[in-house]
């Protein structure tokens, strides 16, 4: 018999869960947030710069369903701390997204010393801090008998990026080997891990460049258009819900077709 869904019935269901969200007051991050809420869940909205929009979030999902957590996760030992506040909230998490990057430009041609600067900053909040909470997650996760981390990634992982953008495709390609090796090395405790690899995403951030770039995304994208926010932010919803336990370790593809594996 076919399972009949009434309008007012959730597919997703994520009554009951706690989800810390990095980089959750904007783009990608704040839509994931909202989306989670929707479906019931509790949400820790993590922001680095953006205290207003991360509050102005918690008031639209509502105090006691959402609270705003600030970190600089450019700085070493912030992401542990940041997980370990967010465990305070509720006194558990069930699900990390580890959203937050950046995307500074790093050319060949810069000086040294400002090469450097870039890897190291671009490489710690992408990479390592992602690994931090990873591992804090892991920890906690082994307390309550499981629990599910989602990675954003990016295309630029499988395909790589500009020249100015080695650091950035480098950064994403060693998230998508931590996902892996996570979903390998800890299924068997409950707990699972996946990616996802967005493409162009309909972000405030990279709405000037599309909208001076629209002939380019256009030849680009067989769709004709960046992905909105709220499909990554589905994506990670489905991904959360425990309904497909077993595509645990899996990189899911959301780039409108630009690039196929």
Same mark, same amino acid.
């Given at each position: 018999?076919?399972?009949?869904? %009434?309008?007012?019935?959730?597919?997703?269901?994520?009554?009951?869960?706690?989800?810390?969200?990095?980089?959750?007051?904007?783009?990608? *991050? @704040?839509?994931?947030?909202?989306?989670? =809420?929707?479906?019931?869940?509790?949400?820790?909205?993590?922001?680095?710069?953006? @205290? *207003?929009?991360?509050?102005?979030?918690?008031?639209?999902?509502?105090?006691?369903?959402?609270?705003?957590?600030?970190?600089?996760?450019?700085? #070493?030992?912030?992401?542990?701390?940041?997980?370990?506040?967010?465990?305070?909230?509720?006194?558990?998490?069930?699900?990390?997204?580890?959203? #937050?990057?950046?995307?500074?430009?790093?050319?060949?041609?810069?000086?040294?010393?400002? &090469?450097?600067?870039?890897?190291?900053?671009?490489?710690?909040?992408?990479?390592?801090?992602?690994?931090?909470?990873?591992?804090? =997650?892991?920890?906690?996760? %082994?307390?309550? /008998?499981?629990?599910?981390?989602?990675?954003?990634?990016?295309? +630029?992982?499988?395909?790589?990026?500009?020249?100015?953008?080695?650091?950035?495709?480098?950064?994403?390609? /060693? !998230?998508?080997?931590?996902?892996?090796?996570?979903?390998?090395?800890? #299924?068997?405790?409950?707990?699972?891990?996946? +990616?996802? =690899?967005?493409? &162009?995403?309909?972000?405030?951030?990279? $709405?000037?460049?599309?909208?001076?770039?629209?002939?380019?995304?256009?030849?680009?994208?067989? !769709?004709?258009?960046? +992905?909105?926010?709220?499909?990554? @932010?589905?994506?990670?919803?489905?991904? $959360?819900?425990?309904? @497909? %336990?077993?595509?645990?370790?899996?990189?899911?593809?959301?780039?409108?077709?630009?690039?196929?594996?």
């Amino acid at each position: 018999m076919p399972i009949i869904l %009434r309008s007012n019935e959730r597919m997703i269901d994520l009554t009951g869960k706690v989800v810390l969200v990095t980089g959750g007051s904007r783009g990608i *991050g @704040a839509a994931t947030c909202r989306v989670l =809420a929707q479906a019931g869940a509790c949400v820790i909205v993590h922001y680095g710069q953006s @205290a *207003g929009e991360a509050q102005a979030a918690v008031q639209e999902i509502g105090e006691g369903r959402a609270t705003a957590l600030g970190g600089d996760l450019s700085q #070493a030992g912030i992401a542990a701390s940041l997980f370990r506040d967010a465990v305070t909230w509720k006194g558990r998490v069930d699900v990390l997204v580890n959203n #937050a990057g950046i995307f500074p430009s790093a050319s060949v041609d810069d000086p040294q010393v400002q &090469w450097d600067e870039i890897w190291s900053r671009t490489l710690q909040v992408n990479l390592i801090a992602a690994a931090d909470l990873c591992r804090e =997650a892991i920890l906690h996760f %082994r307390t309550r /008998g499981g629990g599910t981390i989602v990675n954003v990634a990016s295309r +630029a992982a499988f395909r790589g990026d500009t020249p100015d953008a080695m650091h950035y495709a480098a950064s994403k390609g /060693g !998230l998508i080997s931590l996902t892996k090796s996570i979903a390998r090395g800890y #299924a068997r405790e409950g707990i699972l891990a996946y +990616a996802i =690899a967005p493409g &162009w995403v309909r972000t405030d951030m990279a $709405s000037a460049y599309l909208r001076d770039h629209a002939e380019e995304m256009a030849r680009e994208l067989p !769709l004709g258009d960046a +992905a909105p926010p709220e499909d990554i @932010a589905h994506t990670i919803a489905f991904l $959360s819900s425990g309904l @497909a %336990r077993h595509m645990t370790g899996a990189t899911l593809d959301i780039n409108g077709a630009s690039y196929v594996r």
